[in-house]
């Protein structure tokens, strides 16, 4: 299941541009391996860090053309760095847990969660489309 989003990435992108190689391979097996979103930065960085020579243009470019085909969402955690993942197929998805000292982020998955939002939605007669749940606190580490 995990290298269905790299295939279908990997697909989508050569059907949409005749094209999936270079820098958009590598961002896409790049946010296939991550457990949580990440700033376009950390996938340059992280990138750089395995030898990879890209640009920190091409990443951005290689993001955008993931976003406008669906296969990333973007993840606002209020700091004024947008963090992208990979939307999996089957619509199956976390939410964050942001340390406001720190500022490390954890997934996290709630199926309680799920089912009250979308009793909310259907109570004020709404079809979820998309959520995303950004909890703030201080983690264990800081709080000690």
């Not at 270079?22 to 992280?46: P, T």
């Not at 009250?116 to 909890?135: C, F, L, M, P, S």
Request: glycine share 12%.
């Amino acid at each position: 299941m995990e290298r269905a989003w790299a295939e279908s990435a990997h697909a989508r992108l050569r059907e949409a541009s005749g094209r999936a190689g270079g820098a958009r391979r590598e961002v896409i097996e790049f946010l296939d391996a991550q457990d949580c979103c990440v700033s376009a930065q950390e996938i340059y960085d992280g990138l750089r860090e395995n030898g990879t020579r890209v640009g920190v243009a091409s990443v951005y470019r290689a993001l955008d053309g993931l976003a406008q085909l669906g296969l990333v969402q973007r993840v606002e955690l209020g700091d004024g760095i947008t963090r992208f993942e990979p939307a999996r197929p089957g619509g199956d998805h976390h939410h964050h847990l942001v340390c406001d000292e720190c500022g490390k982020v954890e997934p996290f998955e709630d199926p309680m969660l799920e089912s009250a939002i979308e009793r909310v939605a259907v109570g004020h007669g709404y079809t979820v489309a998309a959520h995303d749940v950004v909890v703030h606190g201080a983690c264990d580490d800081c709080r000690t």
